[in-house]
């Protein structure tokens, strides 16, 4: 058991000190000692995992571990939350949507039947079963006895000897009312979750969980891939169609498609949306005017061929466009950069996008996302912005960056974002986390999200919030930070929750 280290707590720093030599003033003059883990008297996930000095453990249990969660990016299907979705088996709730499960199976051998193929439920868990014992020292051995433990107190080691038996011990566990989507909301103590929605989606389900009895806020975040995709005619011109009759605007100019697109911004803001997001490999920074962007519209509109410079140009002034938008109503852009999206040809056309064919792009990012949020600030309409990073050779760009365009009003009005898809595991969150302490303010850091299409990814925030206060709390060891329980615990506890809270700005 660990306590923090309060005047209240069984545990003072007095009895520490066969462990932890403090001085007079607080300061520790020698490393802490490292809590060494031993399988003989705790199961791999224990009270303690990750958390490897004294200031650690308190830090996470005293200020860290309570926090609600406000899971401001992921993508939660909102139907599943409208509906409270309940789980017939273990795959259901944990294979069905998860990419990175689908990336390790086939890495070891697993044919694509048991990934995303025809294979029943219990053959695919059996086949990640099989996989797992090969991820040690990959984010998903952590991330995968981390969820059996949180959401069915299995504490066993999962091979194929006992997969079976996980199976049927957790399906039996999935009638519970507890590990519905609304049980699971309420188990993890979830205040808010913002989906991930298409500006063309009519949020009829978003409206019907505002009318439920849903025991956390869900938000739409305005996402518009399609409006980029002019150079893919048979992508674009669909989607066109489909705003067409959500909008109910007729589209018949570029204008008209600017003036539906706002009516959907609108209609976002309206349900309680007060976020907008974008998945690009590099930002767009090549700006055109509103004739040379409606030629190229045109162009798309009547199946013309769209080059890559012209892409670039529409693009560019599309992204301007939104950027006001969002100024306009208050709300806070995300823009993840840095992918190399569908590498495998062979495996896009056969299973489509985000079935785990995608990498870490190496496009410098540096002068075009400064043209960007320079050519905004200069107009007065530069909004509050999450920037994501995806190649960590860029992470000081990013970085310093965001300190670029801060305006003296906003505190932390560009976030340098938590690390994303590849970069979502603990060396690679403390990369991020010791960039921007080391160009930015911590403190003010907006913290995790799960950025998930799993109900089962929620042990994810107990993750960042771990290696986070183990990352502080040997600082603290180490004489780094002053060892100050309450200064350096109340900045954990920040930014677990309310640094993100105060920052979105949503309709809580």
């Known amino acids: 058991m660990c306590y923090p280290l309060s005047e209240t707590s069984p545990l003072r720093k007095k009895d520490l000190k066969s462990l932890y030599p403090f001085t007079e003033n607080g300061v520790n003059p020698t490393p802490a000692p490292i809590l060494r883990y031993d399988s003989r008297f ?99 051995y952590h991330w995968t006895h981390l969820e059996l433990k949180r959401y069915f107190n299995i504490d066993d080691l999962l091979s194929p000897s006992n997969a079976r038996q996980i199976w049927d011990q957790a399906n039996s566990q999935l009638s519970s009312d507890d590990l519905t989507v609304w049980g699971i909301f309420k188990k993890f103590n979830v205040k808010a979750v913002c989906t991930t929605d ?71 803001h309206a349900i309680g949306g007060r976020l907008s997001d974008h998945g690009f490999n590099r930002c767009f920074a090549n700006f055109c005017d509103e004739e040379e962007a409606a030629a190229i519209f045109d162009k798309a509109r009547e199946g013309g061929e769209v080059t890559a410079e012209e892409h670039d140009r529409y693009s560019s002034f599309l992204m301007l466009f939104l950027g006001r938008l969002d100024a306009e109503k208050g709300w806070t852009k995300q823009i993840h950069l840095g992918a190399r999206r569908n590498a495998n040809t062979r495996g896009y056309k056969l299973l489509g996008a985000d079935k785990g064919f995608d990498s870490i792009g190496d496009a ?35 970085a310093t960056m965001a300190g670029n365009f801060m305006d003296g009003k906003i505190a932390g009005k560009i976030q340098f974002g938590s690390g994303w898809w590849f970069l979502d595991q603990k060396e690679a969150m403390e990369w991020q986390m010791n960039a921007l302490s080391n160009c930015g303010l911590f403190p003010r850091f907006i913290g995790m999200l799960t950025d998930s299409r799993s109900f089962m990814s929620f042990p994810r925030h107990e993750y960042f919030r771990r290696t986070l206060c183990n990352l502080v709390g040997t600082d603290m060891a180490k004489g780094m930070l002053p060892n100050d329980e309450k200064l350096i615990g109340e900045m954990v506890r920040n930014i677990c929750f309310a640094n993100a809270r105060d920052f979105l700005r949503l309709p809580l």
């Not at 390790?104 to 053959?123: F, I, L, Q």
């Not at 975040?221 to 674009?236: I, M, N, S, W, Y």
């Open 364 to 398: 410098p990012q540096g002068d075009a996302l400064a043209a960007y949020l320079d050519r905004l600030d200069q107009e007065e309409m530069l909004p509050r912005m999450v920037l994501y990073n995806l190649n960590p050779n860029e992470n000081y760009a990013f």
């Open 42 to 140: 705790m199961p791999f996930i224990h009270d303690d995992f990750l958390l490897e000095t004294p200031q650690a453990r308190a830090l996470y249990h005293g200020y860290a571990a309570a926090e609600p969660i406000l899971d401001y990016h992921n993508h939660l299907p909102p139907q599943d939350i409208a509906e409270n979705r309940r789980f017939a088996d273990l795959f259901e709730i944990w294979l069905e949507g998860d990419h990175y499960k689908w990336r390790a199976m086939r890495a070891n051998g697993t044919p694509e039947s048991h990934c995303t193929g025809d294979a029943s439920p219990a053959e695919k868990c059996e086949a990640f079963a099989a996989t797992v014992p090969y991820t040690l020292r990959n984010p998903l």
């Open 198 to 268: 298409d500006p063309a989606d009519d949020l009829r389900y978003h409206e019907a969980i505002a009318k439920s009895d849903c025991p956390a806020k869900v938000f739409p975040t305005f996402r518009p891939d399609g409006a980029f995709r002019v150079q893919t005619p048979e992508l674009f011109l669909p989607w066109i169609e489909k705003l067409y009759e959500t909008s109910g605007v007729s589209i018949d100019s570029f204008a008209d498609f600017l003036t539906a697109i706002r009516q959907r911004h609108d209609a976002f």
